[in-house]
């Protein structure tokens, strides 16, 4: 089974500076998907950016940028020019390419690290 | 509907008591999941639909619970004699596909907070 691990509950940071979010994973499969979810209050998750693990180049999304290390099994979230709407708990997920069950079909989520945008 | 819907957002229930959680997916959407976030922690899969039948429930806890989705497009998850470690976040996701295009991507619902007194 696949494993997510954040190691970073909290993080802070002032608006408009950089800050980068960690996440680490286990798995022996070669190809799958990773992604990066926000959750505000309203509880309801949305989708940051998502890697394909069989591509090279890291994905960016306008202020979002990943660090993917398929080797080191390492999938970094960056937010530049942090906004006070970026507040919110992030959460590092993986998906299998393939179907193997057990809860594979799905997303495997870290326990998420809480970010706060000091004004 | 345009996002997933999931009703109640908020139920109080007493030990011991059943419950029922709804939602509605996306319009189109074949593949339909139901996760569960406690306090704390990130979302854990419970079980899995493409179309009407459960394709994964091997994140189901126990017995108690159970989710159908009759009609290929409304689910419900079922929740027998509550107790208050069923208490957390239960969250809904739709997909277009399911396990054969594992870059779809899933949206969420916002969740229904169920509280075990």
């Known amino acids: ?25 286990d798995t022996s ?69 393939w179907s193997s069950g057990g809860g594979a079909d799905g997303l495997t989520f870290g326990k998420g690290t809480h970010l706060i945008i000091q004004p | 509907g345009a996002g997933v819907s999931q009703t109640p957002s908020n139920k109080v229930t007493e030990k011991g008591k059943y419950v029922e959680l709804r939602c509605d997916p996306i319009s189109g959407h074949t593949a339909l999941y139901w996760y569960r976030q406690s306090l704390g922690q990130g979302p854990e899969f419970l079980i899995y639909f493409q179309g009407t039948g459960a394709a994964d429930d091997s994140g189901l806890p126990n017995d108690r619970f159970f989710a159908v989705r009759p009609e290929g497009s409304v689910s419900t998850l079922k929740i027998q004699r509550t107790e208050r470690g069923d208490s957390a976040v239960y969250l809904c996701a739709s997909s277009l596909k399911g396990t054969t295009s594992g870059a779809n991507v899933l949206t969420f619902g916002a969740g229904s907070r169920l509280t075990v007194l």
């Open chain 1, 1 to 25: 089974a696949q494993t997510v691990t954040q190691s970073q509950p909290e993080m802070s940071v002032q608006e408009a500076e950089t800050v980068t979010l960690s996440c680490t994973y």
């Open chain 1, 29 to 97: 499969e070669s190809d799958y998907y990773l992604f990066w979810y926000k959750q505000p209050p309203s509880r309801q998750m949305i989708l940051v950016i998502r890697q394909e693990a069989y591509k090279q180049q890291n994905a960016t999304e306008n202020r979002f940028s990943v660090n993917f290390q398929k080797a080191a099994k390492s999938f970094s979230l960056k937010i530049s020019d942090s906004q006070l709407g970026d507040a919110a708990m992030y959460f590092c997920a993986y998906r299998s390419a």
